[in-house]
């Protein structure tokens, strides 16, 4: 009797689904976020909806695609660009509209797009896992976003600029964290043999 290899996994598959979902919906949301000049109440609300409804299947594509065991190449490489095009075009919409100051939208997308290159360049030498500042900061920059498109009243704008502060501290924070990590990677890949 021998081993067959596992058959393999479908590209058709609700993980794949959502993160495909969340591709759509990146126009969807911008047409909302855009709407009417940009800062009618109603639109806002839709805006809001569409994109909390995009960062929920964020939220459990990959997930469900490990419990099921329906990993596959095209999530691996398009989850990520998923959460990037959401993330990105929120933060720009808002910059545009003047409610969220460019610097933020700067710091925050050199940092996705850097890491994310920085990954892809030592790849070869190891991978580096998601950490649990990388995921809260992940959290808390959907949080922020979210109440940065909301339309609240200027009583609570200080809740938003206070976790898009945070969002900040988060995103550089970690992404230090990142290079050091990519760093020690790289050194470990190039160390003589016979060193420990």
């Known amino acids: 009797m021998t081993d067959r290899p596992p058959p393999p996994v479908s590209l058709v598959n609700l993980p794949n689904a959502l993160t495909v979902l969340r591709l759509i919906l ?3 949301f911008l047409l909302a976020l855009f709407a ?3 800062h009618d109440t109603t639109w806002r609300w839709i805006a809001w909806a569409v994109f909390a409804l995009a960062a929920i299947t964020d939220r459990y594509d990959g997930h469900i695609a490990r419990k099921r065991g329906q990993v596959t190449d095209f999530g691996k490489i ?3 660009i998923a959460d990037k095009a959401l993330t990105g075009s929120a933060l720009i919409g808002l910059s545009m509209l003047g409610d969220l100051a460019w610097w933020i939208t700067v710091v925050i997308l050199v940092r996705e797009i850097g890491i994310t290159l920085l990954r892809l360049a030592v790849i070869r030498y190891g ?3 998601a950490s649990p500042g990388g995921k809260a900061k992940t959290f808390v920059q959907i949080i922020a976003i979210g109440l940065y ?3 609240l009243p200027a009583a609570l704008e200080w809740v938003a600029e206070g976790a898009m502060g945070l969002a900040v501290v988060l995103t550089v924070v970690t992404g230090v964290d990142y290079v050091v990590r990519a760093a020690l990677l790289y ?3 190039h160390r003589p043999a016979g060193q420990a």
């Open 26 to 28: 990146v126009p969807v």
């Open 78 to 80: 398009a989850d990520p």
């Open 127 to 129: 991978v580096i896992a």
């Open 149 to 151: 498109i909301l339309p």
């Open 187 to 189: 050194s470990r890949a």
């Open 36 to 38: 009417e000049g940009g």
